[in-house]
């Protein structure tokens, strides 16, 4: 289980350390992609198989899957952690999340996501001040 936030920073060669913590469940490979909120969303191989499984069988028919197929899965690159625990952000996906020196790793259960440190902040903001919705909405189907 992935949990918590993290500040790292991307090196010139554009790597960036995946949080010790998060190293053993993720394994020496691993898969990153696009997310939503230009977001980057790194899985472990076996998670990986699971989501890409569920969207490989969205129905193409209708237009917003596929859309959504294509973007989440033509962006995916294989990715190694190194002896350090760094992985290679390739450059399309340092572009897709705008991803400057200092980046956010945040822990989201079964994924980690990777993002741009003044959007994440942005993005807190947000739904820090929407929790209580949330909260309402989350109670009313049973899952808070």
Do not use: C
Not at 22 to 39: H, M, W
Not at 65 to 79: I, T, Y
Request: aromatic share 10%; no cysteine; proline share 3%.
């Amino acid at each position: 289980m992935f949990i918590g936030e993290y500040i790292h920073s991307i090196d010139t060669k554009k790597r960036v350390a995946v949080p010790a913590k998060f190293r053993s469940e993720l394994g020496k490979k691993a898969v990153i992609t696009r997310g939503p909120d230009r977001s980057l969303v790194l899985y472990s191989m076996n998670e990986w198989n699971k989501v890409a499984s569920k969207i490989a069988e969205l129905p193409t028919g209708q237009r917003d899957m596929r859309s959504f197929a294509r973007f989440f899965l033509a962006g995916a690159s294989e990715v190694e952690l190194d002896n350090l625990g760094r992985i290679l952000i390739p450059d399309f996906l340092k572009s897709h999340a705008e991803l400057e020196e200092e980046v956010v790793i945040i822990g989201v259960f079964k994924r980690i996501e990777i993002w741009n440190k003044q959007h994440w902040e942005k993005y807190k903001k947000e739904i820090e001040g929407a929790a209580d919705q949330l909260a309402e909405k989350l109670g009313e189907i049973g899952a808070y």
